[in-house]
């Protein structure tokens, strides 16, 4: 008789492993789906904002609940098809106008540059601006994080008066 308890209970013992196995791995990879789908919904609406003597500007719109932050931006600037710098900025931003943690809302990142803006651009006109690079970035879903590196594709114009 107490061998059969014994089964019974080792049998109970091995379904309820077997139940919380399954659950822990179905909530692990849901909070990493969710994190994963949703970083890459923020890092999709990373926009050029503006270049200057302070540096190059981006906004980063986040629609979705989950904590993102900006890692690091490494970026390629072509002015009028000629190469103006390389950049690589690894940063948790604490200036005042970034949240790098922002929940549902859009924030700034700024690249900054350590050459003069003026010496680049010596005249009056339209120049053509491209942006390439990469930026990495994490975001954090029940107690899971993910972090996933994305391209950065951007051409516009700028009108410079100087």
Excluded: C
Aim: proline letters at 2%; charged letters at 15%; hydrophobic letters at 45%.
């Amino acid at each position: 008789m107490k061998i059969e308890n014994l089964k019974r209970g080792l049998k109970a013992l091995i379904v309820i492993v077997a139940a919380l196995a399954i659950a822990a791995t179905s909530f692990y990879w849901y909070a990493y789906s969710k994190a994963t789908t949703d970083l890459g919904k923020t890092l999709e609406t990373v926009k050029f904002v503006g270049l200057d003597s302070g540096g190059v500007t981006f906004h980063v719109d986040n629609p979705t609940d989950v904590l993102i932050r900006v890692k690091a931006i490494n970026v390629t600037i072509y002015v009028n098809g000629t190469v103006f710098g390389r950049r690589s900025q690894s940063f948790i931003p604490k200036l005042q106008h970034v949240n790098p943690g922002a929940k549902g809302r859009a924030f700034y990142v700024q690249v900054p540059y350590w050459l003069a803006y003026n010496d680049i651009f010596e005249r009056n006109g339209t120049h053509s601006l491209k942006i390439t690079g990469e930026v990495t970035a994490s975001a954090t879903y029940l107690f899971i994080t993910v972090y996933e590196t994305y391209s950065i594709d951007i051409q516009t114009t700028l009108l410079i008066e100087v």
